[in-house]
Nanobody, 127 residues
């Protein structure tokens, strides 16, 4: 059983930056991909960014490309999401999760490819 704990959310003005962190425990961290998703009030949870188990591959949803960067430190069992040039539409609860399938090289973008969701961290961007 993997446990994930997100941190780093908060309130920031548009154009500002936040760095989210997700700490994992419970299994071989580097064997699985990691992803960040977000859910705004009244909306479905959506994919934001993903990174392969090795950290060598990343992918992003179009709306955050060039502004967000996902990274991982397998020695520390953590994954981070650096968010720059934040916009009010980035306001949401952000969740990290691990992939269901073992893979060190693939990236996954679908909600049903993930499990072991964290509790989420609120990000609020004011205009």
């Amino acid at each position: 059983q993997v446990q994930l704990v997100e941190s780093g959310g908060g309130l920031v003005q548009a154009g500002g930056s936040l760095r989210l962190s997700c700490a994992a425990s419970g299994r071989t961290f580097s064997s699985y991909g990691m992803g960040w998703f977000r859910q705004a009030p009244g909306k479905e949870r959506e994919f934001v960014a993903a990174i392969s188990g090795s950290g060598g591959r990343t992918t992003y949803t179009d709306s955050v490309k060039g502004r967000f960067t996902i990274s991982r430190d397998n020695a520390k069992n953590t994954v981070a999401l650096q968010m720059n040039s934040l916009k009010p539409e980035d306001t949401a609860v952000y969740y990290c999760a691990t992939t269901i399938n073992f893979s060190t090289v693939a990236v996954f973008t679908r909600l049903n490819e993930y499990t072991n969701w964290g509790q989420g961290t609120q990000v609020t961007v004011s205009s």
